[in-house]
């Protein structure tokens, strides 16, 4: 059984940094592109950032690039978002995804992350 099971997550002001973990089991992890999405209260799902199977080729929107770093550890099958210089419009549910930009199978739990003062 497939299974994203994320950690990290919750209340940070503005600028502030946070960092969240999504550790995969029930596959062979180091086999596919991983990637990160969010969904802001009220709106749609948006592409937060893609990273290839080997760990190369990071890619993110303009509205994060600068900002966050997508990573990831294929002996201990975890995949990892660290978010700096956050700002309110960053508030929203994350989601650890496998598969690239919004093109996915499976999805984590969900992570909630709130960004104000």
């Known amino acids: 059984e497939v299974q994203l099971v994320q950690s990290g997550g919750g209340l940070v002001q503005p600028g502030g940094s946070l960092r969240l973990s999504c550790a995969a089991s029930?596959?062979?992890?180091?086999?596919?592109?991983m990637s990160w999405v969010r969904q802001a209260p009220g709106k749609g799902l948006e592409w937060v950032s893609s990273?290839?199977?080997?760990?190369?080729?990071?890619e993110y929107p303009d509205s994060v690039k600068g900002r966050f770093t997508i990573s990831r550890d294929n002996d201990k099958k975890t995949l990892y978002l660290e978010m700096n210089s956050l700002k309110p419009e960053d508030t929203g549910v994350y989601y650890c995804?496998?598969?690239?930009?919004?093109?996915?199978?499976?999805r984590g739990q969900g992570t909630l992350v709130t960004v104000s003062s």
């Open positions: 995804t496998r598969g690239w930009d919004t093109s996915y199978d499976y």
């Open positions: 029930g596959f062979v992890f180091n086999l596919y592109a």
């Open positions: 990273i290839n199977d080997r760990g190369g080729r990071p």
